[in-house]
């Protein structure tokens, strides 16, 4: 054999070498890569699983929340609608003179120059007490009056019931 053949067959070998070393290279990183695949994915699953089990949490804390609120408006709508009611009946009773409002007077104001007697008329008792009876118009804004005013409360309170219940 001449020095070009030995080289040629030298220069093969180390050709081969090379190929066959590239290629268990290639399966070890191939493999490498692959079980960090396998870990990468089983983490996914895990920080997915996690982030379901939170979100169907959130979800349910938000269900019964507006449960919560559902009934408390049901329960501020009845209430409104009581105190509405009440207030048409006393108008109503107001109106057709069933009912009458009256106001205590102070008996020892002698300055309000009001003379009324201390007596009882023959539609009502009096129990010794000056009163003065209102006239129906002033009475039905009066009602009208507190009847704004107990929607305002009962508003106040469906507001605070709900900022109780949201907390």
Do not use: F
Request: with cysteine; hydrophobic share 45%; aromatic share 2%.
């Amino acid at each position: 054999m001449t020095l070009g053949q030995i080289l040629a067959v030298i220069m093969v070998a180390m050709v081969i070498s090379a190929g066959g070393t590239w290629q268990v290279q290639e399966w070890r990183i191939g493999k490498r890569l692959a079980e960090q695949a396998g870990l990468h994915q089983g983490e996914l699953a895990a920080v997915s699983a996690t982030a379901a089990k939170q979100m169907s949490a959130e979800q349910g804390k938000r269900l019964t929340l507006e449960q919560k609120l559902a009934a408390s408006d049901q329960q501020h709508t009845r209430e409104l609608s009581d105190a509405q009611r009440a207030q048409v009946y006393l108008r109503d009773r107001l109106a057709t003179a069933d009912v009458r409002l009256s106001v205590l007077l102070d008996a020892t104001d002698s300055a309000s120059g009001c003379n009324v007697p201390a007596t009882s008329g023959a539609v009502g008792v009096v129990h010794a007490a000056r009163r003065a009876q209102l006239d129906p118009a002033h009475a039905q804004r009066i009602i009208a009056i507190t009847d704004a005013g107990d929607q305002g409360l009962i508003a106040l309170r469906a507001c605070q019931a709900y900022i109780r219940k949201s907390q």
